[in-house]
C-alpha cells in the first residue's frame, strides 16, 4: 500500500497557499484492507474512505472511463495495480494532477510544475472534455488564480468550448451549478468566474440572466463604462472589496438583472428595471435552487437599490417604507448588507471606483433616529392593532424628517 497526498493541496504547497484540504490517493490497496486499518467508507460511486483519526479522505487509485452524456455518465475502475500515474491522468488540470510522497518527493509525470510555473491552466489530456464540470471546475480556478497571474491555456479554452457546443454544460444539475458558483463568489476577484464562463459560450448556458447584460448600454454620463454585462462584473468586484459575505456579493451579481430585457427601442434608458430585475432574480433563484438566505437580499438589492442612490431625494416616509421593507427594525445586519450592495453598485463605475458614498449615511441616520422612537409610550397610551402600527409609523416617519432636515 502506498499513500500520496494530491490534487489541490499539492499545487497550493508549491504555489505557498493557504492549504485548506488534503486529499489522498491509495495505491495497492482494496476497501477490505482499508476497513481492517479502522477507515470509515464513505463513497458510493467509487471507494472513499475517511482517515480514524484526522478524517482526511484516503481514496483509492481509479480510473474512470465515458459511458453516457452529462458528468455522472462515468464507469469507475478501482483496484490495487491502477498506478499512481494511471489516477494522476483522469484528473482536469495539470496543476491538479501532481502528488507528493510521504517522504516529501513530487511526482509530476504530467508537467504540473512547468504549467504553474508558466502560469497556464491546461488540461491533462484530451478526455477532459468528458466531464462538464469541468467548465465551471476551469472558472473557478481561473478566479483563484488570476491575481497570481494565470490565465487559461489556448487549447484547453478550445476544449472549453467544444464542451458547450456539444450541450454538455446543458446536463449539470442546478445544485452542481450553485456550488460552484458560491465558491467563485467568495474568491477575490469573483467577475473572472463569469467572464470565462462567457468567453466560452457557458455562461448564456447557465445564468443566461446575466449573459444577457452584455452588450445592453446604459447612460453614458451616469455609467461611463456603458455596457450593462460590464458594470455589473464591476460591482460584483466592488462588492468584493467591501467584504467577504457571498450574500452581498452575489446581490451585485444580480441588481440589475433587469436592464437584460428592456426593450431596444428603450435603450439606453432602463425604466422600470428593478421591477424586472426581481422577476429575473427570482426566476434565476428557482431555477438554481439557491439558499433562501442569498435569494432574500439579491431580491431587495434589485427592487430597492436606486431607493438608496435617492436618498437625499426622499420623503421620510419613503425612507420609511424602504426600511420597513429591508425588515431593518427586526434585522439591522440586512441594512448593512443592503447599503454594501447599494455602495458597490455606485462604485462599480469606471471613474468611481474610490469615491464616497454618503446615501448608505443618510439611509443609516434615518434608521437611527426611526428606531431610536420610543415604542413602549406609544403602546402605553392604550393603541392596539392596526392603530398601534400607525401610530408608531407615524412617530418613525417624524423622527426621520426631523434628522435629516
Given at each position: 500500500?502506498?499513500?500520496?497526498?494530491v490534487?489541490g493541496?499539492?499545487?497550493?504547497?508549491?504555489?505557498?497557499l493557504?492549504?485548506?484540504?488534503?486529499?489522498?490517493?491509495?495505491?495497492?490497496?482494496?476497501?477490505?484492507?482499508?476497513?481492517?486499518?479502522?477507515?470509515?467508507q464513505?463513497g458510493?460511486d467509487?471507494?472513499?474512505?475517511l482517515?480514524?483519526?484526522?478524517?482526511?479522505?484516503?481514496?483509492?487509485?481509479r480510473?474512470?472511463?465515458?459511458?453516457?452524456?452529462?458528468?455522472?455518465?462515468?464507469?469507475?475502475?478501482?483496484?490495487?495495480d491502477?498506478t499512481?500515474?494511471?489516477?494522476?491522468?483522469?484528473?482536469?488540470?495539470?496543476?491538479?494532477a501532481?502528488?507528493?510522497?510521504?517522504?516529501g518527493?513530487?511526482v509530476?509525470?504530467?508537467?504540473?510544475?512547468?504549467?504553474?510555473?508558466?502560469?497556464l491552466?491546461?488540461?491533462?489530456?484530451?478526455a477532459?472534455i468528458?466531464?462538464?464540470?469541468?467548465?465551471l471546475r476551469?472558472a473557478?480556478?481561473?478566479?483563484r488564480?488570476?491575481p497570481?497571474?494565470?490565465?487559461?491555456?489556448?487549447?484547453?479554452q478550445?476544449?472549453?468550448?467544444?464542451?458547450?457546443e456539444?450541450?454538455?454544460v446543458?446536463?449539470?444539475?442546478?445544485?452542481?451549478?450553485?456550488a460552484?458558483?458560491?465558491r467563485?463568489?467568495?474568491?477575490p476577484?469573483p467577475?473572472?468566474?463569469f467572464?470565462?464562463?462567457r468567453?466560452?459560450?457557458?455562461?448564456?448556458r447557465?445564468?443566461p440572466e446575466?449573459?444577457?447584460l452584455?452588450?445592453?448600454?446604459?447612460?453614458?454620463?451616469?455609467h461611463?463604462?456603458?455596457?450593462?454585462?460590464?458594470?455589473?462584473?464591476?460591482?460584483?468586484?466592488?462588492a468584493?472589496?467591501?467584504?467577504?459575505?457571498?450574500e452581498?456579493?452575489f446581490?451585485?451579481l444580480?441588481?440589475?438583472l433587469g436592464?437584460?430585457?428592456?426593450?431596444?427601442?428603450?435603450w439606453?434608458?432602463?425604466?422600470g428595471?428593478e421591477?424586472?430585475g426581481?422577476?429575473?432574480?427570482?426566476?434565476?433563484?428557482?431555477?438554481?435552487?439557491?439558499p433562501?438566505?442569498?435569494?432574500a437580499?439579491?431580491i431587495?438589492?434589485?427592487?430597492?437599490?436606486?431607493?438608496?442612490?435617492?436618498?437625499?431625494?426622499?420623503?421620510s416616509?419613503t425612507?420609511?417604507?424602504?426600511?420597513?421593507?429591508?425588515?431593518?427594525?427586526?434585522?439591522?445586519?440586512?441594512l448593512?448588507q443592503f447599503?454594501?450592495?447599494?455602495?458597490?453598485d455606485?462604485?462599480?463605475?469606471t471613474?468611481?471606483e474610490?469615491?464616497?458614498?454618503?446615501?448608505?449615511a443618510?439611509?443609516?441616520?434615518?434608521?437611527r433616529?426611526?428606531?431610536a422612537?420610543?415604542?413602549?409610550?406609544?403602546?402605553a397610551?392604550?393603541?392596539h392593532?392596526?392603530?398601534?402600527a400607525?401610530k408608531?409609523?407615524?412617530?418613525?416617519?417624524?423622527?426621520?424628517?426631523?434628522?435629516i432636515?
Open positions: 500500500m502506498e499513500i500520496y497526498m490534487g493541496a499539492v499545487r497550493d504547497k508549491l504555489l505557498g493557504p492549504i485548506k484540504d488534503r486529499d489522498w490517493v491509495v495505491v495497492g490497496a482494496t476497501p477490505e484492507e482499508m476497513l481492517a486499518q479502522g477507515y470509515t464513505v458510493q467509487f471507494p472513499v474512505f482517515h480514524p483519526e484526522t478524517k482526511e479522505e484516503y481514496a483509492l487509485a480510473t474512470e472511463r465515458k459511458t453516457a452524456t452529462g458528468y455522472t455518465g462515468f464507469e469507475v475502475h478501482a483496484s490495487p491502477v499512481l500515474e494511471e489516477d494522476l491522468k483522469r484528473r482536469d488540470l495539470t496543476i491538479n501532481m502528488a507528493l510522497t510521504l517522504n518527493n513530487l509530476d509525470p504530467l508537467h504540473g510544475v512547468r504549467d504553474l510555473q508558466q502560469q491552466l491546461r488540461h491533462v489530456s484530451p477532459f468528458e466531464d462538464p464540470v469541468r467548465v476551469v473557478r480556478f481561473a478566479t488564480l488570476a497570481l497571474g494565470f490565465t487559461i491555456a489556448e487549447e484547453t478550445a476544449l472549453l468550448k467544444e464542451i458547450v456539444a450541450d454538455e446543458d446536463a449539470l444539475v442546478p445544485e452542481r451549478v450553485w460552484e458558483i458560491e467563485a463568489l467568495n474568491e476577484r467577475s473572472t468566474f467572464t470565462t464562463l468567453e466560452c459560450g457557458a455562461l448564456a447557465v445564468l446575466v449573459d444577457a452584455f452588450g445592453v448600454p446604459q447612460p453614458e454620463h451616469y461611463p463604462e456603458i455596457d450593462s454585462g460590464i458594470h455589473t462584473m464591476m460591482v460584483l468586484d466592488s468584493a472589496t467591501l467584504t467577504t459575505d457571498p452581498v456579493r446581490a451585485a444580480c441588481h440589475d436592464k437584460g430585457n428592456t426593450p431596444r427601442d428603450k439606453p434608458s432602463h425604466h428595471h421591477e424586472r426581481v422577476k429575473l432574480t427570482q426566476t434565476l433563484c428557482k431555477r438554481m435552487r439557491v433562501k438566505r442569498f435569494q437580499l439579491a431587495l438589492v434589485a427592487r430597492y437599490h436606486t431607493h438608496c442612490h435617492r436618498a437625499a431625494e426622499l420623503r416616509t425612507l420609511l417604507k424602504t426600511l420597513e421593507s429591508l425588515d431593518a427594525f427586526r434585522r439591522p445586519a440586512r448593512e447599503l454594501t450592495a447599494c455602495k458597490a455606485s462604485r462599480g463605475r471613474g468611481y474610490t469615491c464616497d458614498y454618503p446615501q448608505a443618510l439611509f443609516s441616520l434615518a434608521y433616529a426611526a428606531n422612537v420610543d415604542i413602549r409610550t406609544i403602546v397610551q392604550g393603541h392593532g392596526t392603530a398601534l400607525d408608531i409609523h407615524a412617530a418613525r416617519a417624524r423622527a426621520i424628517k426631523v434628522a432636515q
